[in-house]
């Protein structure tokens, strides 16, 4: 199975999690994966001077699985899921802590994308 080629950071943690999780595909495999990564945050707690101080991450990947000759889809869904993250530290650990989370997110996606996959295989044509 070849994902398609990520565009977004999101995207490109996504595809490598993937690829870590089922291996690297060849131009010539004969299923491609087409994805759109979403990711939205939600502030959580608010402190009574307005500040939010956490945060969480909701995300979800919408996928398409075809066959790579014919472009026919095989196979169609969405997983979703979520992380948070704490911005009570300084703006650089803040930061760091988002860009934790988001990569997080991502590699949860990933789990449940290929757990999908994996739970579809048997219904895909040989």
Do not use: C
Not at 53 to 69: H, M
Not at 78 to 101: E, L, P, W
């Amino acid at each position: 199975m070849r994902p398609a080629a990520p565009d977004t950071t999101d995207d490109y943690i996504l595809v490598r999690e993937l690829e870590t999780r089922l291996g690297r595909a060849g131009e010539g495999a004969p299923l491609a994966l087409d994805y759109q990564t979403s990711v939205v945050e939600e502030g959580m707690a608010v402190t009574t001077s307005n500040v939010t101080t956490r945060f969480n991450v909701i995300g979800s990947v919408a996928y398409q699985l075809k066959d790579a000759r014919t472009g026919l889809t095989l196979h169609e869904g969405r997983v979703r899921s979520f992380t948070s993250y704490s911005a009570t530290g300084s703006t650089v650990a803040t930061q760091a802590a988002r860009r934790d989370a988001r990569e997080r997110l991502m590699v949860i996606l990933a789990d449940l994308l290929t757990t999908r996959l994996y739970a579809e295989a048997a219904d895909l044509p040989a």
